[in-house]
């Protein structure tokens, strides 16, 4: 292990990454929370600021893993489309089936431009994570329940708001609705099965009423579906923890752009064409698997310095207070202080550490474990 390896797996260079990442946060979601008289004024400005404030927190995350871990990105596509990505709106549709495939999808936002505004149909519980969690309120992330009979009015709501927004955004909707695990592959399976579709080996039975809704609510504004496969050579499942500690991965992202007029109105059409979709993406993993990398052409679009450069000045702006407040607190020699300075530390490293554990798939939720085959229709 080299030197510089052997640094990042520190867990001091963590901790000191954790205090940054959270300190600057809460500050951005200040920052946030003080444009809110700005939507009363000028809704549209307000947006442009919230992009870039929301820009500052996640590309610090992008910066994790292109800088810090120099994870690689390949794109496999066709040349025909690579022009348009970034210059419109698209829905993009995702398998999900790892701990930071929500990462690499922000490299990719941020290497076409579009990270600041990139858009989630999300799980309710995330809106509750500090710092990300309240920066996607400002962001305008549409959440659900998973609840269907609820989400239905609200998903559309949200969905309309997003009509007039006045950047280019990438919507991201993992149709499979939660991540792949072998129980909730085979209750899946058997949905599938009582269905009579067919069988997918690399997916979830994909959810279609989330995508229909959005296809519908976003028609005339959104130009594309982004129909995109992930997979990490050397079969690696990458965990964020691994980019902590410096690990570096190499993400292969097949990207088919498909024109949005091609998608069925009719919802029992629309779902036919999802539930094909799916087979297809399937065919696409096993290709992966026999051969080791995806049908088209590769482009690795290049990193630009901006997630960089941020990341920089927070630790520029940051460090030195903290280094002032450590000589402070050593040079008080109070015991009681500096017992409660490494307690406050131990519950905010504790606090972090909980954030993370929300991107791990054994600690992830329920749901689409428990369906009973034998209570579908
Ligand atoms: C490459 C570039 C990338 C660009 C990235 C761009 C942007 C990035 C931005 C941000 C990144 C942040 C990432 C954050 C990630 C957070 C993601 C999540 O939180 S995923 C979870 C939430 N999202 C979803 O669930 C979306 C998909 N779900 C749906 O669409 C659902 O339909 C729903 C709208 C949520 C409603 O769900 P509900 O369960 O209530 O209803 P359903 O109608 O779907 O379910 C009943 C239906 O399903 C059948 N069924 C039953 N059991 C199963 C099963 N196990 N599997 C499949 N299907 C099942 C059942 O028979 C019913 O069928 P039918 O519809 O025929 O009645
Ligand atoms: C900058 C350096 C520091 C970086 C470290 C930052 C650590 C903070 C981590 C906070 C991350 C919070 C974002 C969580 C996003 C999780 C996305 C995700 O994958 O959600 C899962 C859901 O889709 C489905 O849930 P399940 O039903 O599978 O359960």
Known sequence: MGLLQLLKSQFLCHLVMCYVFLVSGVIINLLQLCTLPLWLVSKQLARRVNIRLSYCISSQMVAALEWWSGTECTLYTDPKSYPLYGKENAIVVLNHMYEIDFLCGWTFCERFGVLGSSKVLAKKELAYVPVIGWMWYFMEIVFCKRKWEEDRRTVAQSLQNLRDYPENYWFLLYCEGTRFTPKKHQVSMQVAESKGLPQLKYHLLPRTKGFWVTVQNLRGTAMAVYDSTLNFRDNEAPTLLGILNGKKYHADLYVRRI??????????????????????????????????????????????????????????????????????????????????????????????????????????????????????N
């Not at 064409?273 to 052409?297: A, I, M, N, S």
């Open 259 to 376: 024109p949005l007029e091609l998608i069925p109105e009719d919802e029992a059409e629309c779902a036919a064409w999802l539930h094909k979709l799916y087979q297809e993406k399937d065919g696409f993993q096993e290709h992966y698997t026999q051969t080791g990398r995806f049908p088209g052409t590769t482009v690795s679009p290049p990193r630009r310095p901006w997630s960089l450069i941020n990341w920089l000045f927070w630790f520029c702006l940051l460090l030195y207070p903290l280094g002032l407040l450590l000589a402070q607190l050593i040079g008080s020699g109070s015991m009681l202080t500096i017992a409660a300075s490494v307690a406050l530390c131990s519950a905010a490293s504790l606090g972090f550490r909980w954030m993370i554990g929300q991107t791990e798939i054994d600690k992830g939720s329920s749901y689409g474990n428990k369906e009973a085959p034998l209570n579908i």
